[in-house]
């Protein structure tokens, strides 16, 4: 009988072990959907992307579009669209790898440069001589034709989502570093000037050839996620590459030579005053930096 409680209290200790093995087993399942997985997803998303600074800014004259030394061209870029993908690495509840690669086109607003370029060109003034002075004597045209622009990212960095409605409503913010290619237009400014009562007419043109570069560049972004399947985001992408181009300048003059009386005025070259007009630049080709900055406002669905 010395024995009994010995024997009782083993027998409640393998009962109890019993039960707690039971009670674990039982709620396993539960802690394994706690549990955490990483996951890899992947996004398609598009939208439109619309130009930032020195690359949407617009020209007052010609020689703000042609590069030259010491000085980057004002890029006059319009309001364009994206598309692209992103890889989103999620390794934490919240916090994750982002990989996207997408691809940029803006067109050039040849509309607003040759509207500049009209406006500029109507106040020039050569030898003391305003053009708007001798207008009715002369016939003038201006026309600028660009490509558009195109560019591309492929970028990696880190991505932080934050939950607000579990499964329906989440934000996110995001930074990125990596990979820029870009495509600088080729660019072509005319102008005609002709005096009908003489015969006198003049044609001019500034061409800039095309360019491609590579760089280094940025992404900042953020936005919000609906119902872990939806995503609205804004991305800011910066990037400056160097870009190489030849500038050609070609002046052509035909009737009598090139100059015409002005009652009052005297003698007006018409071949100088295209000269002013056409901003002739020395250069034949130039190397430059070329900063090209878009946000990127897009919608996207994760697969």
């Not at 674990?24 to 619309?50: K, W, Y």
């Not at 030849?246 to 009052?264: A, E, L, R």
Request: some cysteine; aromatic content about 8%.
């Amino acid at each position: 009988m010395k024995h009994f409680p010995r024997t009782i209290f083993y027998r409640l200790s393998s009962l109890s072990a019993a039960w707690l093995l039971a009670l674990a087993v039982c709620m396993l399942p539960a802690f394994a959907q706690d549990t955490f997985v990483v996951s890899n997803r992947v996004e398609i998303h598009g939208g439109m992307s619309a130009p930032v600074g020195n690359f949407s800014a617009l020209p007052s004259t010609l020689q703000d579009l042609i590069p030259q030394q010491g000085r980057v061209p004002l890029g006059a870029a319009n309001l364009g669209f994206t598309i692209g993908l992103t890889d989103i690495v999620r390794l934490t509840p919240n916090l994750g790898l982002v990989f996207t690669l997408d691809g940029a086109y803006n067109p050039y607003n040849t509309v607003e440069a040759e509207r500049q370029l009209r406006s500029g060109i109507a106040n020039l003034s050569v030898g003391g001589v305003n053009l708007a002075l001798i207008s009715a004597l002369l016939q003038t045209s201006v026309a600028y034709t660009a490509q558009p622009y195109i560019n591309g990212t492929l970028m990696g960095g880190v991505r932080y989502e934050l939950p607000i409605i579990a499964g329906a409503f989440s934000i996110f913010a995001m930074a990125q570093g990596g990979l820029f290619y870009g495509v600088l237009p080729a660019t072509e400014a005319k102008l005609s000037l002709a005096v009908p009562l003489v015969n006198i007419r003049a044609d001019g043109s500034v061409s800039q050839t095309a360019g491609q570069a590579a760089a280094l560049g940025y992404g900042v972004g953020a936005g919000v996620v609906l119902f872990d399947r939806v995503t609205i985001g804004a991305r800011y992408t910066g990037a400056s590459p160097e870009f190489s181009t030849d500038i050609k300048p070609v002046i052509t003059t035909s009737g009598v030579p090139g100059s015409v009386m002005v009652p009052g005025l005297g003698q007006v070259n018409i071949q100088s005053l295209l000269n002013t007009a056409l901003g002739v630049v020395p250069q034949s080709a130039t190397r430059f930096a070329f900063p090209v900055s878009t946000m990127k406002i897009t919608v996207g669905v994760i697969l």
